[in-house]
């Protein structure tokens, strides 16, 4: 079965600073990945995925994330914030075998300083 | 693009009472559509996985006789919570899966706010 971990609950940047949100899987195999953005009152929408190939995956609004296999990690980049990216950042895998299921980490609620 | 409508948005209902939530992708077909729970500030938490016209999957924890889910179409499937109690009052998310393993995509629906009195 899959897990993912966002270690970070809360994390706070100043408007224009780099941003590094971090997400470690546990699968027994390459999984599918995701980073998902909720705002508040909002549905979730998807940033980005990585199903295979290129490691580094361009997505929406500015963000990219590294799918490092030795790490089990896929950490979700953006290298200036703006205030409007201030929300609920959710990493998830997907299994690529087996039965469809698609694991949420616990999130990060980003707060962007002005 | 794709959409998932999921209805109702909010609903306040007596303890004891059942209610439906539907969730229908518009213009797609969704073979696997996934239910979710989401506490107040809080990740989502898989209650289950429905695939048309079987059983649902749920995830250990998740009662089957009190969230039981149809999925009778390739575009709708529903959760109904059965004898609802205050505590069944949470934020519950439908998704929809488009396409085949590996060149999927996941939607999702705006959810719905269940408050059981």
């Known amino acids: 079965a899959q897990s993912v971990t966002q270690p970070d609950i809360h994390i706070t940047v100043s408007e224009g600073a780099s941003l590094e949100l971090r997400c470690n899987y546990s699968?027994?195999?390459?999984?599918?990945l995701f980073w998902y953005v909720q705002s508040p009152g909002q549905g979730l929408q998807l940033l980005l995925k990585?199903?295979?190939?290129?490691?580094l995956v361009q997505g929406i609004k500015g963000f990219e994330a590294e799918f490092k296999r030795s790490q089990s990690s896929f950490n979700l980049r953006k290298p200036s914030v703006h205030w409007s990216d201030a929300a609920e950042y959710f990493c998830?895998?997907?299994?690529?075998?087996?039965?469809?299921?698609?694991?949420f980490g616990t999130g990060t609620r980003l707060k962007v300083l002005a | 693009g794709a959409v998932v409508s999921q209805h109702p948005s909010r609903v306040i209902c007596k303890s004891g009472t059942s209610v439906k939530i539907e969730c229908r992708s518009l213009?797609?077909?969704?073979?696997?559509m996934f239910w979710y729970r989401q506490f107040p500030k809080q990740s989502l938490m898989l209650m289950a996985t429905?695939?048309?016209?079987?059983?649902?999957?749920?995830e250990q924890g998740v009662e089957k006789d009190k969230f039981l889910i149809n999925h009778a179409s390739l575009t709708l499937s529903t959760l109904t919570v059965t004898s609802a109690h205050p505590e069944d009052s949470s934020f519950y998310i439908c998704?929809?899966?488009?396409?085949?393993?590996?060149?999927?995509?996941?939607?999702f629906g705006s959810g719905t706010q269940l408050s059981v009195l």
């Open positions: 998704s929809a899966r488009e396409g085949n393993r590996g060149h999927e995509k996941l939607f």
């Open positions: 699968y027994g195999a390459t999984p599918y």
């Open positions: 990585y199903f295979s190939g290129d490691t």
């Open positions: 998830a895998v997907g299994a690529t075998t087996g039965t469809y299921k698609y694991i």
């Open positions: 213009d797609f077909q969704a073979t696997t």
């Open positions: 429905s695939n048309e016209g079987s059983k649902a999957t749920y």
